[in-house]
């Protein structure tokens, strides 16, 4: 694979710190990933669409989808060898302040503003207890579990060179979550289905993928088996239900080998890189703009309200994401040059 010096990202958000390699098929996947919630499944809740989307396929495509992304964030988190050393930890959880959590308070500024979360929720994200004491607020959920799952990473990082006891340490993890749900009955689920996911992100991150024929039909054919489990249940709830965990982890971890693997000779196009750097800013400011800009106008019939939101409005969220992004990126560059 071609090296290079680029700018990458954990959880979508640019970043001005220098890594080797940018991997294009890491783009793909982020990019079509966000492009389908913030395209597709999010899109048409601002339609007059009589909720067709929402079906058996795209249920559990949105799972895969959001799996993905979390793998992907453990992936980029875990990009290092060996542990982390003290220094090393601080500076870790210091960049995800700046990087991460602190664009996700901003946003919840304007989730509020926007009226699309109530106050409590959104107190309880950015307390980070929004995930553990259900329910958190809307969409930034996704955020707030990330974070939580940054504060762990180190001790991930540092346990994955052994593998009994990075798998051990992880199902104590999912254990202690299941328990905590047994007793209280506040999590939400969804921390505990895509956690594996981010465990396995970081764990692909400390040595070679598979790359063998075989080991990828193997893996796919482990993908399409963990959905087994899923056709017996209620596609609504299968945004939250345990029995989706095979699909979340599997799937994405298919997914992510089989696109690294076909896609590792592939040239970026520059809108490419420019939309996967946004996606952490069009997923934290989507519901509002997509509000804010239907009060200025909305189309009566079903076709141009569609359309409209399509062509006019997720256009314009990408280039004002993309705009927050580099402006921002240009803050934390200004700011560590101070």
């Known amino acids: 694979m ?12 640019g970043t001005h710190a220098a890594l080797p390699t940018r991997r294009v098929p890491i783009d793909l996947m982020r990019a079509m990933s ?35 992304f979390v793998l992907i964030s453990g992936f980029l988190t875990g990009r290092k060898d060996g542990g982390l050393a003290r220094g090393e930890i601080w500076s870790f959880y210091k960049t995800r302040f700046w990087r991460i959590y ?11 503003a926007a009226g699309v979360s109530d106050t409590l929720s ?45 798998i051990a340490s992880c199902t104590a993890i999912v254990g202690a979550m299941i328990l ?11 921390l505990i289905l895509y956690f594996p996911c981010f465990a396995a992100g970081i764990f692909l991150a400390g040595g070679s993928l598979p790359s063998s024929t075989l080991s990828l039909i193997g893996l796919a054919l482990l993908a399409a088996l963990s959905l087994v489990p899923t056709l017996a249940r209620p596609s609504a709830s299968l945004e939250i239900d345990p029995w989706v965990l095979p699909w979340a982890l599997f799937g994405s971890i298919a997914v992510f080998v089989v696109v690294m693997r076909a896609g590792r000779n592939l040239k970026a196009p520059a809108i490419l890189t420019q939309f996967s750097e946004a ?9 509002p703009l997509y509000l804010w800009m239907q009060i200025g106008w909305s189309p009566s019939t079903e076709r141009e309200h569609v359309l ?31």
């Not at 071609?2 to 958000?13: C, F, K, L, P, Y």
């Not at 996606?279 to 519901?287: A, G, N, V």
């Not at 409209?308 to 040059?337: D, S």
């Open 2 to 13: 071609n090296r290079e010096t680029i700018q990458v990202s954990d959880a979508g958000a």
């Open 34 to 68: 966000m492009l389908y919630i913030v395209g597709f499944w999010h899109l048409l809740d601002y339609t007059k669409v009589a909720g067709w989307h929402y079906n058996p396929v795209t249920y559990r495509l949105t799972v895969g989808a959001l799996s993905l």
């Open 102 to 112: 602190l664009p996700f308070v901003i946003a919840s500024g304007l989730f509020l």
């Open 122 to 166: 959104l107190v309880k994200g950015v307390t980070l207890v929004g995930m553990l004491l259900a329910p958190p607020p809307l969409t930034l959920w996704f955020v707030n579990m990330i974070v939580l799952f940054y504060l762990i990473a180190p001790m991930l990082i540092g346990l994955r060179g052994n593998e009994v006891a990075y």
């Open 180 to 190: 905590y749900q047994v007793e209280t009955g506040r999590i939400d689920i969804r």
């Open 279 to 287: 996606s952490f800013f069009m997923y934290l400011l989507h519901r």
């Open 308 to 338: 409209y939101l399509l062509f006019v409005c997720l256009p314009t969220i990408a280039i004002v994401a993309w705009l927050c992004q580099r402006a921002y990126t240009g803050f934390l560059q200004r700011r560590e040059a101070r």
